[in-house]
């Protein structure tokens, strides 16, 4: 069992930056690969970013490439996602998620632990 708390969010400003941090308990976290995925009201959770065990591959949504960077430190047993950029479409609470497995998914569905999620607010 892997337990996941996430911190970081906020109330910004479009243009502004935040920084998303997910601290991982219990089991080994450089075994498994890692995302943040977002659910905005009336909408369901999407993929937002994901990077495999090692940090050596990662993956973004297309509304996020080139603003969003995720990068993991094992050592630290620490996932962060790195905002910069942020338009009010951004808004939304923030979930980071672990997969039992070396590489990461763009499905939710994929996905087998689940920190309780940080609010993002960006005001246009």
């Known amino acids: 069992q892997v337990q996941l708390v996430e911190s970081g969010g906020g109330l910004v400003q479009a243009g502004g930056s935040l920084r998303l941090s997910c601290a991982a308990s219990?089991?080994?976290?450089?075994?498994?690969?890692m995302g943040w995925l977002r659910q905005a009201p009336g909408k369901e959770r999407e993929f937002v970013a994901g990077?495999?065990?090692?940090?050596?591959?990662?993956g973004y949504a297309d509304s996020v490439k080139g603003r969003f960077t995720i990068s993991r430190d094992n050592a630290k047993n620490t996932l962060y996602l790195q905002m910069n950029s942020l338009k009010p479409e951004d808004t939304a609470v923030y979930y980071c998620?672990?997969?039992?497995?070396?590489?990461?998914?763009?499905?939710?569905?994929?996905?087998?632990?689940w920190g309780q999620g940080t609010q993002v607010t960006v005001s246009s």
């Open positions: 219990g089991r080994t976290f450089g075994r498994y690969a």
């Open positions: 990077i495999n065990w090692s940090g050596g591959s990662a």
């Open positions: 998620a672990g997969g039992d497995s070396s590489m990461y998914s763009i499905r939710a569905q994929t996905y087998d632990y």
